[in-house]
């Protein structure tokens, strides 16, 4: 499958703080990537599809104002957890559409974990 | 909501084959069935998908009823590293269709 990166894998930060998470394509171009986030023995949760070039979609209940989704180039999106608070600490995960027709793949990044203290 | 329903929890000797149930009988005629695994504290890794006819590559073998309103994956030999939360999802075709995760089947394989 398609290769999609994530850094950092795990980050550690002060509350009030904001972390920024990258996700890239590796060897595809994507011009939609998604963002997940996924509570401890829970199933992963849509947060906003990213779009190349345009505003994110979020899902009901993420504030958008708070996730800050910019997909800037067909390799690289960004997620940026403003002023992050406890409830905030969870796995965020990436993935990135690799279209190759009608039954067009998800491939994901290996996730990265935040603490916010 | 999902549109699939799998069992909690699975148990399989290894060596042996795991066959792993889904139920998704509310499926659509656009839409297709994938099988995505996530081993602990990794991101979700593709396995297969299908839409009307069986499926198999070098990983997994997917098995879909005649009325399309189940399915089956086949891990052939199971190995300790096949451990994972198996997710099974239908999702309509065309870009920018949503996955929609469930709970999926936690698999154990034991030596």
């Known amino acids: 499958g398609a290769v999609v990166s994530q850094h950092p894998s795990w980050v550690i930060c002060k509350s009030g703080t904001s972390v920024k998470i990258e996700c890239r394509s590796l060897?595809?171009?994507?011009?939609?990537m998604f963002w997940y986030r996924q509570f401890p023995k829970q199933s992963l949760m849509l947060m906003a599809t990213?779009?190349?070039?345009?505003?994110?979609?979020?899902e009901q209940g993420v504030e958008k104002d708070k996730f800050l989704i910019n997909h800037a180039s067909l390799t690289l999106s960004t997620l940026t957890v403003t002023s992050a608070h406890p409830e905030d600490s969870s796995f965020y995960i990436c993935?990135?559409?690799?279209?190759?027709?009608?039954?067009?793949?998800?491939?994901f990044g290996p996730g990265t974990r935040l603490l916010v203290l | 909501d999902a549109k699939t329903t799998q069992p909690p929890s699975m148990d399989c000797a290894e060596g042996r084959a795991a066959n792993l149930p889904c139920n998704h009988s509310?499926?659509?005629?656009?839409?297709?069935v994938y099988w995505y695994r996530q081993i602990h504290s990794q991101g979700p890794q593709y396995i297969i998908h299908?839409?009307?006819?069986?499926e198999t590559n070098e990983m997994a073998s997917l098995i879909i009823t005649e009325d399309r309103k189940s399915s089956t994956l086949i891990l052939p030999h199971a190995t300790l590293r096949d451990t994972a939360v198996y997710y099974c999802?239908?999702?309509?075709?065309?870009?920018?269709?949503?996955?929609?995760w469930g709970l999926g089947t936690s698999l154990a394989v034991n030596p």
């Open positions: 299908g839409l009307k006819n069986n």
């Open positions: 999802i239908v999702r309509p075709a065309g870009n920018n269709r949503k996955l929609i």
């Open positions: 509310t499926i659509s005629g656009n839409e297709y």
């Open positions: 990213s779009n190349e070039g345009s505003k994110a979609t979020y």
């Open positions: 060897d595809f171009q994507a011009t939609t």
């Open positions: 993935s990135a559409r690799d279209y190759t027709g009608l039954g067009g793949t998800q491939d």
